[in-house]
């Protein structure tokens, strides 16, 4: 953050981190499992995105913008996506089966009890 409170020069090197460590991800894909690479983006994306979490609210939307297309671009690894693919209905999908998946294994829990 520099003397204004403007956040722009840490959402740039923000980006510009973590664009580089997703592009190494991407390259190692093919050697790791696909919860391996699940692991990594939960590991690597929310925390990095939540370490300055209430100063990045309130921002203005195209600062907002790139750190969504660096979500985007997660999404779009973890579901093995071109570049330019629509990931939302992938990750709607993958919520609702997240979702699905907890709930069974709730019912499992409480069935052998």
Known sequence: MDYFMN??????????????????????????TCASIKTLMVSLIPS????????????????????????????TIVYNRWKYDHVTACIVNGLALATHQEKDQLQDQFTNV
Request: glycine residues 2%.
């Open 48 to 75: 990095t995105l939540d370490y300055m979490n209430n100063m990045l609210a309130g921002l203005p939307a195209y600062a907002i913008y790139k750190l969504q297309c660096l979500q985007n671009m997660a999404a």
């Open 7 to 32: 956040m722009d020069n840490y959402i740039h090197k923000l980006y510009k981190t973590l664009f580089i460590q997703l592009k190494y991800i991407r390259r190692i894909m093919q050697y790791v």
